[in-house]
């Protein structure tokens, strides 16, 4: 069998965006904030940030180290609103290295990752706080595990709340 670069380099990149998607995932199943849905939240980002990724959520906040340290902080920042829709937009990947065999398995390799985020939280007051930011990702392969986040910086380009009426307002009733 020959190696098909192109190929193996163009599923390598929908792999690290697929990192972005899953986060956005686990971090709504966070936001329901039920023993559960934070147990399963904290089971996907265990699968999708290295065990020392560092994550930066900006200047408000302390950077945190690994996926559990993680899941406190959005449990402390998301605990107190109802639930949240996070919605990935653009994602840009650069493969920045990748080193395959003769069967085109991936060996090793590193990769930037831009993601756009829309981020809905719903208040109790019948309102909706509307985050908008950037995340920037490097992400790296771990043999015989895929691949993985292993730094995650947040920026925050906008933000405001926005009345919905009647139709938001379930928020921790």
Known sequence: ?????????????QEVEYLRRWYAKATDQIGIATPESIAEGRAIYHRIF???AQLDAGPDREPQVGPDAWVDLV??????????QHLIGTQLVEIKSLEL???????????SMESYLQAWHEQKDEKVWLFLGT?????VFIPGTGW??????????????????AAVGSALD
Do not use: N
């Open 101 to 111: 065999d003769a069967e085109c398995k991936v060996l090793a390799g590193m990769a």
């Open 1 to 13: 069998m020959s190696c098909h670069e192109t190929a193996a380099k163009t599923q390598a990149i």
């Open 50 to 52: 290295t065990a020392d």
């Open 148 to 165: 993985r986040i292993q730094k995650m910086k947040l920026q925050q380009v906008a933000g405001e709340t926005r009345y919905m009426g």
């Open 135 to 139: 995340y920037f990702d490097e992400a």
């Open 75 to 84: 449990v402390g920042a998301l605990g107190e609103l109802g639930p949240t």
